[in-house]
């Protein structure tokens, strides 16, 4: 069947936001979604965030199966370990059966993926060229979305949104903001993907007190 769809709303061509910036802070943090049947993966390695399709290109494996978790960019198929710029550096028996110097490691990077911030906000699309995260948004959002999420640094107990509270709608992502500072986010699985890329966290203002459920991020 002929996809009709204009070039930008293609799937492989939109944003989808992922995680918050907190759940990559760790060094090896790594979060996984799919667009489509393409798995992508945003990982921190050696400080870097950066995206990839989750895919190792010796035999084509997913390299993490997880939804989220902290582990080095490693197939578990072969053992190949990737570094930030997605070229293979650890292949267990390359002197004898690969026998991969510089260039042809290059050959075998990741493919990319475009990832981009919007204050404490995390988005990836599968295209690793196309129009910014702002262009997409409208810049109006964008700002909204960046003020929003850096006043709202602490995560708490789930809180189900009530009907008079605002929504903000952006990419897969929806937005509940009670009139006492809560802030519920809801990032749908993009299309393609089942309901464990579906993500939901509540986050409170600096100002709220600290209870035994909300925590400032690390």
């Given at each position: 069947m002929q996809n009709d769809a204009p070039e930008s709303r293609r799937p492989e061509n939109?944003?989808?936001?992922?995680?918050?910036?907190?759940?990559?802070a760790t060094l090896n943090a790594f979060v996984t979604t799919r667009v489509g049947a393409v798995p992508l993966v945003a990982q921190n390695i050696k400080g870097r965030v950066v995206a990839f399709r989750n895919v190792c290109t010796h035999r084509f494996a997913v390299i993490h199966s997880e939804p989220a978790g902290c582990g080095p960019l490693r197939c578990p198929y072969h053992g190949w370990s990737f570094d930030a710029d997605g070229v293979p550096v650890g292949l267990p028996f390359n002197p004898t059966d690969f026998q991969l110097e510089a260039e042809g490691r290059r050959r075998l990077a990741l493919h990319p993926a475009a990832l981009a911030r919007c204050g404490r906000l995390v988005f990836v699309r599968m295209a690793a060229d196309g129009p910014s995260l702002e262009e997409e948004l409208g810049a109006a959002l964008f700002a909204r979305l960046a003020a929003l999420s850096d006043a709202f640094p602490r995560r708490g107990a789930a809180l189900e949104p009530e009907d008079d509270w605002e929504r903000i709608d952006a990419a897969n992502l929806r937005i509940?903001?009670?009139p006492d500072g809560a802030l519920v986010l809801h990032s749908a699985a993009p299309a393609g993907a089942d309901s464990r890329f579906s993500r939901?966290?509540?986050?409170?203002p600096a100002t709220a007190p600290i209870t035994a459920d909300a925590e400032q991020p690390a």
């Open positions: 939109r944003w989808f936001h992922l995680c918050m910036a907190d759940d990559l509940h903001q009670a939901t966290v509540t986050l409170y």
